[in-house]
């Protein structure tokens, strides 16, 4: 099964230039991906999703 990633558009203060701008968000299946759209500045973050399993009381 494919996954579809999300390409999203927020509004936002730089984490550099510190200007407010709008981001380009992209979300994958284990990746999150932030840009600027003024400096071009871009952040990445890795994510793993473990299932737990219930807890018995």
Do not use: N, Q
Not at 16 to 22: N, P, Q, S, V, Y
Not at 40 to 45: A, L
């Amino acid at each position: 099964m494919a996954i579809e990633k999300w390409k999203l558009k927020k509004s936002a203060s730089c984490f550099k230039c510190g200007d407010a701008t709008i981001h380009d968000i992209e979300v994958d299946t284990y990746t999150l991906k932030i840009t600027c759209k003024d400096c071009g500045f871009t952040r990445y973050y890795k994510f793993h999703m473990v299932e737990t399993p219930p807890k018995c009381d």
